[in-house]
């Protein structure tokens, strides 16, 4: 059984950074592509992020490319996302997933964590 569990969110002010973190358990990182998401109040699940399995390659979504970071950390079998310079509008609940087809479609991930809140002030 996979279990994902997000942490490290929290309020910050715009312009300041967080590092979430996903604790991957049942598999290693390297096994599927693992992605992250965010949702806020009222919107649809988005894609902001994904991390592949095979080389690190790397895509983000138009919104954070340049603000945000995916990296994994084998030894703690964990996947990181850096988040910086950020804005009210990156107010969400911040998921990571894991899924052997995942690329940037909510529908292609398997395994989800519980998710993290991420709240920016202006």
């Known amino acids: 059984q996979v279990q994902l569990v997000e942490s490290g969110g929290g309020l910050v002010q715009a312009g300041g950074s967080l590092r979430l973190s996903c604790a991957v358990s049942?598999?290693?990182?390297?096994?599927?592509?693992m992605g992250w998401f965010r949702q806020a109040p009222g919107q649809e699940r988005e894609f902001v992020a994904r991390i592949s399995e095979v080389d690190d390659s790397t895509i983000y979504a138009d919104s954070v490319k340049g603000r945000f970071t995916v990296s994994r950390d084998n030894a703690k079998n964990t996947v990181l996302l850096q988040m910086d310079s950020l804005k009210p509008d990156d107010t969400a609940v911040y998921f990571c997933?894991?899924?052997?087809?995942?690329?940037?479609?909510?529908?292609?991930?398997?395994?989800w964590g519980q998710g993290t809140q991420v709240t920016v002030s202006s």
């Open positions: 997933a894991a899924g052997r087809f995942g690329w940037s479609a909510p529908r292609e991930y398997d395994f």
């Open positions: 049942g598999r290693t990182t390297r096994s599927w592509p």
